[in-house]
């Protein structure tokens, strides 16, 4: 979890594919009007995201038996407890960074659909999890490879598997 451009999407992958687990990325459920609002610049209501909540949840339901690693910004709590409300074995790791490193990184990503200028947005949003939430913060500021070794060494897993 965390803002646009704090490196969900690569971590998560690094993650599954250490793990040799399946990834999803909270993007591709999106359904095309969320995309167009963002695209333009608009934020998403809670009401835009009720369904893609739920959509990532029923993917996290079918990955229960084997695991799974999927991207999510699940900036307010409240969205945190519909995804992990009623699946305890779910590890949620936030990825945290200032606006300026993550504004560079997110100005870097050429042809995402969602555009710098909601970056403000993001961080007014982000409720940062409380402790009894138990999730893994982790810094985005090292390299991907080195975020890697934190949330395998966080998750207590040696990456094979």
């Not at 995309?35 to 909540?53: C, F, I, S, V, Y």
């Not at 138990?134 to 966080?154: E, F, H, K, N, Y």
Request: charged residues 15%.
């Amino acid at each position: 979890m965390g803002v646009s451009g704090a490196g969900k999407s690569t971590l998560g992958a690094m993650l599954a594919k250490a793990l040799v687990i399946p990834f999803a990325d909270a993007d591709d459920f999106h359904p095309p009007a969320n995309l167009a609002k963002m695209a333009a610049g608009t934020p998403l209501t809670d009401a835009d995201r009720w369904p893609w909540l739920d959509a990532i949840g029923a993917w996290l339901d079918a990955q229960s038996t084997a695991g799974g690693v999927v991207t999510c910004s699940a900036l307010k709590r409240v969205y945190r407890t519909r995804l992990l409300g009623a699946r305890p074995g779910v590890r949620l790791i936030h990825l945290e960074g200032d606006q300026a490193l993550i504004a560079t990184r997110q100005a870097a990503r050429p042809g995402h659909f969602m555009p710098p200028s909601l970056m403000a947005s993001q961080f007014a949003t982000l409720e940062a999890p409380a402790p009894e939430e138990g999730a893994i913060t982790l810094s985005v500021l090292p390299q991907p490879d080195a975020v890697l070794r934190a949330a395998l060494a966080a998750l207590g897993v040696d990456g094979h598997g």
